[in-house]
Nanobody, 121 residues
Framework: QVQLVESGGGLVQAGGSLRLSCAAS????????MGWFRQAPGKEREFVAA????????TYADSVKGRFTISRDNAKNTVYLQINSLTPEDTAVYYC??????????????WGQGTQVTVSS
């Protein structure tokens, strides 16, 4: 089992950047594939990015390609999401998740509580 805690969210102006972090507990973090999702007000949770357990494979939603970068540091039990060129449409609660299987759908095994990102125009 793994517990996930996101951080790094906040209020930022359009065009700005943020780096979200997700710290995982447990000694088996490096065996999990990790993902980031987001949920905007009144909308369903959507996939943003995924990274394999080794970091060698990544997948992005079309809407964030070129602006978002997912990475991980297994020595620190942490996965990151670098977000650049933020727009108000990126306003959402961002969640990290862990899965035994590499996937880009919502069927992850463990979820964090989320961190709020608000982008002002």
């Amino acid at each position: 089992q793994v517990q996930l805690v996101e951080s790094g969210g906040g209020l930022v102006q359009a065009g700005g950047s943020l780096r979200l972090s997700c710290a995982a507990s447990g000694r088996t973090f490096s065996s999990y594939n990790m993902g980031w999702f987001r949920q905007a007000p009144g909308k369903e949770r959507e996939f943003v990015a995924a990274i394999s357990w080794s970091g060698g494979r990544t997948t992005y939603a079309d809407s964030v390609k070129g602006r978002f970068t997912i990475s991980r540091d297994n020595a620190k039990n942490t996965v990151y999401l670098q977000i650049n060129s933020l727009t108000p449409e990126d306003t959402a609660v961002y969640y990290c998740a862990a899965s035994h299987t590499y996937r880009s759908d919502y069927r992850y095994d463990y979820w964090g509580q989320g961190t709020q990102v608000t982008v002002s125009s």
